[in-house]
């Protein structure tokens, strides 16, 4: 028999007949699912960091970042294939003891089990998801575990606890799962600001009689006096629809969202070129050198170092969302081809985009900057502007509004299945019930934090710290401790399809802690002042610092 995890709509109540396995997802369609899940919010950001930190700079960092991305994919993927071994041998040691085996709703309970008793049967298991004919075999679909699963699983826990009162307490999951929980929220709450703000300016429905909408909701007035201020209702109006329907979509599950999610890739591909399209086009019909307040964007600006990475990082990082993208997935030994594509697409599109749009707006780049296009005439007269103008002008300034309803439910959906586990391991079982509540918790309470708070920029720049931790430290962690866990339970060759043998060794994982660590300590350092204060010391100050725009 076969454990669920922590997704409702992979559900199986098995019994000894078998069941046919759901329809899987080939390489392409999965490559589609995984744009979706990266490019978002994060995308109309861009240009504004590439503003902060300059254009070369900007470029270099997000093609650096794009490489350790795609080493922690790898991990993450090795890790959970470690675990859907270990999860066979646990179930076959079961049935061997009690010569049946009844499901559970508990698989990480079971597998803590079999690492605790003297069998060392791992070894007869092959370290890797199942594949077709295994699951057609078998009759019921392979379910991948979650983050926080095998973090439950592979982690160890403090014995003082344990013998004392009996308290499982694994201090790197509860570090993982409030990092998670923190950095998956704030990422659904920047799609709320993004829609609430694009469709304020466009449809100021309080304040009809402002020919240009609600722009600088940014600005609209503390609590005292918000009742006479119309552009505050109208943020609000907005971002209470916007919770209303993305809750509701929260409900769903992947597969019934799959051809919409196709769809929106498309047409994201589709947005991207017309950001780059209408920039160059600018350059040659509407140049902003024209105005004398256009400064042109640095080449390199190393003060804007926490805007981009923390942009870099938000806008490509998805290990948190790896075992929601490989539970459809087919061929899951394609993931060694899955990731690098997939980062390496929304990488170059960041950079272009970035490299582009920064150059042509200039000192006017917008945060997010989707909402620079309400102004964009393409060079024709703002009174009478012609029908391929309007069209483009309205698809680049609302699509990121509409874009985003199918992007939040993703990540609320992956935040949920994290609370929902978690749910599941404290005992409150694996029904309706928790999945109803899981999913109302990831998002019914980033919803209305957007409608109380809107600052793109200040959202995305708190989303860094626990990014490190998720982005960086996590995947080490999970590909070492698996390992260890391997070698514990009988394995000599600890390696999977999917990674390179190189991968999974202490000295990688050492760079990449070291990595993640000299990052941490920067972002610090720049956002206390003290990086300021040591260039100002070695006279560099002026020379590697520029104010944004100058």
Not at 169 to 180: A, D, M, T, Y
Not at 203 to 224: D, S, Y
Not at 314 to 334: C, T
Not at 399 to 417: C, E, G, K, M, R
Request: hydrophobic share 45%.
């Amino acid at each position: 028999e076969h454990f669920g995890s922590g997704s409702f709509e992979g559900e199986r109540l098995l019994s000894r007949g078998k069941t046919k396995p759901s329809k899987k997802f080939s390489l392409w369609t999965t490559w589609a699912f995984t744009i979706n899940y990266i490019i978002g919010a994060g995308i109309l950001a861009i240009p504004h960091a590439f503003l902060s930190g300059g254009i070369i700079f900007g470029a270099v960092l997000m093609a650096v970042c794009c490489i350790p991305l795609v080493l922690v994919l790898y991990w993450t993927t090795e890790a959970a294939a470690r675990a859907a071994a270990l999860e066979r041998a646990a179930t076959e040691a079961v049935r061997r003891e009690q010569g049946f085996y009844r499901k559970s709703t508990n698989r990480v309970k079971m597998i803590q089990n079999y690492l605790d008793s003297d069998e060392n049967t791992l070894a007869n298991e092959t370290l890797d998801f199942l594949n077709d004919e295994e699951l057609d075999e078998q009759g019921y679909d392979e379910e991948v575990f979650t983050l926080n699963e095998m973090f439950a699983v592979f982690t160890p826990e403090i014995p003082y606890f344990k013998r004392r009162y009996g308290w499982s307490v694994q201090p790197w999951k509860i570090v993982f799962e409030i990092s998670l929980v923190v950095n998956l929220m704030l990422s659904v709450f920047t799609y709320v600001t993004v829609w609430s703000n694009t469709m304020s300016e466009k449809f100021p429905i309080f304040h009809w009689e402002h020919q240009l909408g609600c722009v600088t909701t940014k600005a609209t007035p503390a609590w005292p006096g918000f009742w006479s201020n119309p552009c505050w209702w109208t943020y609000r109006a907005w971002a209470t629809l916007f919770g209303a329907v993305v809750v509701s979509l929260t409900m769903l599950g992947f597969k019934e969202m799959m051809v919409f999610q196709v769809f929106m890739t498309v047409m994201r591909f589709v947005l991207v070129a017309a950001l780059v399209i209408t920039s160059i086009w600018g350059m040659v019909s509407q140049p902003l050198t024209n105005i004398s307040e256009y400064r042109k964007p640095p080449a390199f600006n190393i003060n804007g170092f926490t805007d981009m990475f923390s942009t870099a990082v938000f806008a490509s990082s998805v290990v948190f969302g790896a075992p929601d993208i490989l539970e459809p997935m087919r061929d899951k030994s394609k993931s060694t081809l899955l990731w690098p594509m997939a980062l390496g697409t929304t990488t170059v599109s960041y950079i272009v985009v970035g490299m582009i749009c920064t150059s042509y707006w200039g000192n006017y780049v917008t945060d997010p900057i989707n909402l620079g296009y309400s102004e964009w005439t393409g060079g024709h007269d703002c009174h009478s502007l012609p029908w391929y103008i309007l069209t483009i002008q309205y698809f680049i300034t609302l699509f990121p509004a509409f874009d985003v309803i199918s992007i939040f439910p993703l990540l609320a959906i992956s935040t949920a299945n994290v609370i929902r586990a978690l749910l599941i391991q404290m005992g409150f079982g694996k029904n309706k019930k928790t999945y109803i509540i899981s999913r109302l918790t990831a998002s019914v309470p980033p919803a209305l934090a957007g409608i109380l708070y809107n600052n793109l920029d200040v959202i995305i720049n708190q989303t860094v710290y626990p990014s490190i931790f998720i982005a960086f430290i996590t995947p080490v962690i999970l590909d070492w401790y698996s390992v260890i866990i391997a070698r514990r339970k009988g394995c000599t060759i600890v390696d999977t399809p999917h990674s390179w043998r190189w991968l999974s060794n202490p000295v990688v994982w050492t760079l990449m802690l070291v990595f993640a660590g000299l990052v941490l300590l920067m972002v610090i350092a720049q956002a206390s002042g003290l990086f300021e204060d040591i260039l100002k010391d070695a006279g560099l100050y002026h020379k590697y610092i520029k104010p944004t725009g100058a």
